[in-house]
Nanobody
């Protein structure tokens, strides 16, 4: 079993910053790509940012130059530093990881989500 636990969400004013963390635990052999997605009320879940095991990153156009994704492979943790937050960034943010567990098939895992609310 593999678990992803997010933390760091909350309420912030427009222009402020938040840092999300997501720690993976369990019978992990290797973590491949990791990423953050978000889902606003009434909208589909959308990609925010991804990072490969080698550190290559990709971002949604709407967050480029404001958000930074990073990871600590020794801690099996991925981070999302969010700066210059806007009300339209309000959503539930989900961590995602492509994991090869020990003695099990490679699979995609999701965290439980953390709420980010940006007030105007």
């Amino acid at each position: 079993q593999v678990q992803l636990v997010e933390s760091g969400g909350g309420l912030v004013q427009a222009g402020g910053s938040l840092r999300l963390s997501c720690a993976a635990s369990g019978r992990i052999f290797r973590i491949n790509a990791m990423g953050w997605y978000r889902q606003a009320p009434g909208k589909q879940r959308e990609l925010v940012a991804t990072i490969t095991s080698g550190g290559s990153t990709d971002y949604a156009e709407s967050v480029k130059a404001r958000f930074t994704i990073s990871r600590d492979n020794a801690k099996n943790t991925v981070y999302l530093q969010m700066n210059s937050l806007k009300p339209e960034d309000t959503a539930v943010y989900y961590c995602n990881a492509d994991v090869t567990p020990i003695a099990a098939t490679r699979a995609n895992y999701w965290g439980q989500g953390t709420q980010v609310t940006v007030s105007s």
